[in-house]
């Protein structure tokens, strides 16, 4: 009998990895902001030197082999300075996938502009050339390319396309810490790569996130895009001086990163690639054993390191009978005791896009042509179960947990039908 209608579990008392992981580093390194004096950038510098937020941009670039790294509070702040840094406004059009969080469509119309959502490859779930190509209208400004969940979009056929149009290209890398497309970090093939460092993500600081650039002048304009239109000062700050300073070439506001969410990202960061290890042998233990109508999302062969921050299965029509990807997911939960889920809704078909409920943002979507129909989006979504990162920082046996419960709800998924789902 499945776990969902009172039978025993596959794994039941055994813990599943923490997330976020940290120790009395990341304690001290946040005691150490705390004690500053010094929380946000904003702030005058008491004991001189960088800021934990400047320090972090550049760390972070390094880290991707970028030339500029900005620091910001969320993930979509660092889409929205993206867009404006690239001059992208009101009767521009972005293409934007329709598998996807809600945050890119909504970055585009908060600078003006319209999101036009296109399919997916109903395999990996990203962006393909073609569906960019068939978008493109004289109106097309840009392109916002989603690496999504444990895979990345065709980073050579998307910048082809995007430079044939002339087209601006921005890396939405928040699921993509890390990735390395033969040997260089997704993120830094575009204009700009921007990340989110929410909760959830393979680089955690409950909130934060960031942009790069090899362009010094979209740097300087992100840099006063994000801090009501200051910038860095050009040397360190002595102490009792300010960092920022007025006069920057573009009008901004306010996105700025914490001191303190700076402090522990960078502590987190260097932690990174350790854990990219970890998941990365646990997802080739999970590939290797699927069977019975399951495989793994598809890693194009060009990623020679892989950042994990959803692990992706993929089932083919029929695997679990009649039963839907809801009913498996719940069901999945129930034997492992670590959530188990479907991908979000696509965009075309979520309650989270909602320009309407907006006047600034209701006369833009309303003038708009939009597809009738996105089947790879819709089939990604019908057809693939997600599993959390953290899932895959344990031991070798934790991956046969798994196994071992896809195997017993595929045998009885039959029943999901006729004893239901428990709520």
């Given at each position: 009998?499945?776990?969902?209608?009172?039978?025993?579990?596959?794994?039941?008392?055994?813990?599943?990895?923490?997330?976020?992981?940290?120790?009395?580093?990341?304690?001290?390194?946040?005691?150490?902001?705390?004690?500053?004096?010094?929380?946000?950038?904003?702030?005058?510098?008491?004991?001189?030197?960088?800021?934990?937020?400047?320090?972090?941009?550049?760390?972070?670039?390094?880290?991707?082999?970028?030339?500029?790294?900005?620091?910001?509070?969320?993930?979509?702040?660092?889409?929205?300075?993206?867009?404006?840094?690239?001059?992208?406004?009101?009767?521009?059009?972005?293409?934007?996938?329709?598998?996807?969080?809600?945050?890119?469509?909504?970055?585009?119309?908060?600078?003006?502009?319209?999101?036009?959502?296109?399919?997916?490859?109903?395999?990996?779930?990203?962006?393909?050339?073609?569906?960019?190509?068939?978008?493109?209208?004289?109106?097309?400004?840009?392109?916002?390319?989603?690496?999504?969940?444990?895979?990345?979009?065709?980073v050579d056929a998307v910048t082809a396309v995007a430079a044939a149009h002339g087209l601006a290209l921005i890396e939405d890398c928040s699921q993509a810490h890390g990735?390395?497309?033969?040997?260089?970090?997704?993120?830094?093939?575009?204009?700009?790569?921007?990340?989110?460092?929410?909760?959830?993500k393979s680089l955690a600081a409950g909130e934060g996130g960031a942009a790069v650039t090899d362009d010094p002048g979209l740097y300087r304009r992100m840099l006063s895009?994000?801090?009501?239109?200051?910038?860095?000062?050009?040397?360190?700050?002595?102490?009792?001086?300010?960092?920022?300073v007025e006069g920057a070439e573009v009008m901004g506001a306010n996105y700025c990163m914490s001191e303190l969410t700076a402090a522990v990202l960078l502590d987190q960061?260097?932690?990174?690639?350790?854990?990219?290890?970890?998941?990365?042998?646990?997802?080739?233990?999970?590939?290797?054993?699927?069977?019975?109508?399951?495989?793994?999302?598809?890693?194009?062969?060009?990623?020679?390191?892989?950042?994990?921050?959803?692990?992706?299965?993929?089932?083919?029509?029929?695997?679990?009978?009649?039963?839907?990807?809801?009913?498996?997911?719940?069901?999945?939960?129930?034997?492992?005791?670590?959530?188990?889920?479907?991908?979000?809704?696509?965009?075309?078909?979520?309650?989270?896009?909602?320009?309407?409920?907006?006047?600034?943002?209701?006369?833009?979507?309303?003038?708009?042509?939009?597809?009738?129909?996105?089947?790879?989006?819709?089939?990604?979504?019908?057809?693939?179960?997600?599993?959390?990162?953290?899932?895959?920082?344990?031991?070798?046996?934790?991956?046969?947990?798994?196994?071992?419960?896809?195997?017993?709800?595929?045998?009885?998924?039959?029943?999901?039908?006729?004893?239901?789902?428990?709520?």
């Amino acid at each position: 009998m499945l776990a969902i209608h009172g039978g025993t579990p596959v794994r039941a008392g055994t813990a599943w990895p923490r997330w976020p992981e940290y120790d009395q580093h990341t304690e001290a390194a946040l005691v150490a902001a705390l004690r500053s004096d010094r929380w946000s950038v904003s702030w005058y510098s008491p004991r001189g030197g960088k800021s934990r937020e400047r320090l972090f941009g550049e760390a972070f670039a390094r880290y991707l082999g970028a030339g500029y790294g900005v620091s910001v509070d969320h993930g979509s702040g660092a889409l929205v300075i993206a867009l404006e840094a690239l001059g992208i406004g009101p009767g521009d059009e972005v293409i934007v996938p329709a598998l996807t969080w809600v945050a890119p469509a909504t970055a585009v119309l908060r600078v003006g502009a319209l999101p036009v959502l296109v399919d997916v490859d109903a395999e990996s779930g990203c962006l393909t050339a073609e569906s960019i190509a068939a978008a493109v209208t004289p109106r097309t400004r840009a392109i916002v390319a989603v690496h999504l969940a444990c895979t990345v979009a065709d980073v050579d056929a998307v910048t082809a396309v995007a430079a044939a149009h002339g087209l601006a290209l921005i890396e939405d890398c928040s699921q993509a810490h890390g990735t390395r497309w033969a040997g260089r970090a997704v993120g830094t093939f575009g204009a700009i790569g921007v990340f989110s460092l929410g909760a959830a993500k393979s680089l955690a600081a409950g909130e934060g996130g960031a942009a790069v650039t090899d362009d010094p002048g979209l740097y300087r304009r992100m840099l006063s895009l994000r801090a009501d239109s200051r910038g860095y000062t050009a040397l360190p700050p002595a102490p009792g001086e300010y960092e920022l300073v007025e006069g920057a070439e573009v009008m901004g506001a306010n996105y700025c990163m914490s001191e303190l969410t700076a402090a522990v990202l960078l502590d987190q960061l260097p932690r990174l690639d350790d854990q990219h290890a970890r998941r990365t042998r646990q997802a080739d233990r999970l590939a290797a054993g699927l069977t019975g109508g399951l495989y793994p999302v598809p890693v194009p062969a060009q990623v020679d390191r892989r950042a994990v921050y959803e692990y992706g299965i993929s089932f083919r029509p029929g695997t679990f009978g009649a039963a839907t990807v809801e009913q498996v997911a719940a069901a999945l939960t129930a034997e492992l005791g670590t959530r188990v889920y479907p991908p979000r809704m696509p965009l075309h078909r979520s309650d989270l896009l909602r320009p309407a409920t907006k006047p600034r943002f209701a006369g833009i979507w309303a003038g708009a042509t939009h597809a009738a129909e996105f089947p790879g989006a819709d089939h990604y979504r019908e057809h693939t179960l997600l599993l959390h990162h953290s899932a895959l920082l344990g031991p070798a046996r934790d991956v046969e947990d798994i196994l071992t419960a896809l195997d017993k709800v595929r045998v009885h998924s039959g029943s999901l039908l006729t004893k239901g789902v428990r709520a």
